[in-house]
């Protein structure tokens, strides 16, 4: 056991948060998100909302200093409302690191990027659009 990890980081998402590297990217996917078809990688978080799993990666990795943006939205399309998670993402990045750079990425380009990321999280969100990007920095 482990201290000061939190509980939603499993060993295997653990591995693979230290395995990352500068740049490199991993994505949080909602209940929706086509994680096994498109991830080079998968983790499952089942039972585990996007809020608690951003909350707990923030918590271990810092988001990238040097790239124009870290921490990418999955746009809405059709004239959908902006997601109401959306606002609770952006506090929990807050919270965790002063340098959030969002940005929206439209559907299709978003699934093209995901599938270069270093891996997917598969949670149990049901909010939807509820998928981030994020890109991870440098641990001082």
């Known amino acids: 056991m ?3 990890i939190p509980t939603v ?3 295997e998402l653990l591995k693979i948060l230290d395995e990352m590297g500068h ?3 991993i994505v949080i996917a909602d209940g929706n998100f086509p994680s096994h078809s498109v991830g080079q990688r998968v983790v499952r978080a089942d039972g585990i909302g996007g809020e608690a799993i ?3 990666v923030l918590s271990l990795i810092p988001l990238d200093t040097y790239a124009p943006e870290n921490f990418m939205l999955m746009e809405t399309t059709n004239g959908d ?3 109401e998670i959306w606002a609770k993402y952006e506090e929990i990045a807050a919270k965790h690191d002063k340098n959030v750079r969002e940005a929206l990425i439209e559907r299709y380009a978003f699934y093209e990027r995901a ?3 270093y ?3 598969a949670t149990s969100e049901s909010a939807i659009y509820a998928n ?3 890109k991870k920095g440098v641990v001082k």
């Open 2 to 4: 482990l201290k000061n």
């Open 9 to 11: 980081i499993g060993p």
């Open 23 to 25: 740049g490199d990217e």
């Open 54 to 56: 951003l909350d707990g």
């Open 81 to 83: 409302p902006t997601p």
């Open 115 to 117: 599938k270069k990321a």
């Open 119 to 121: 891996a997917v999280i």
């Open 132 to 134: 981030i990007i994020l």
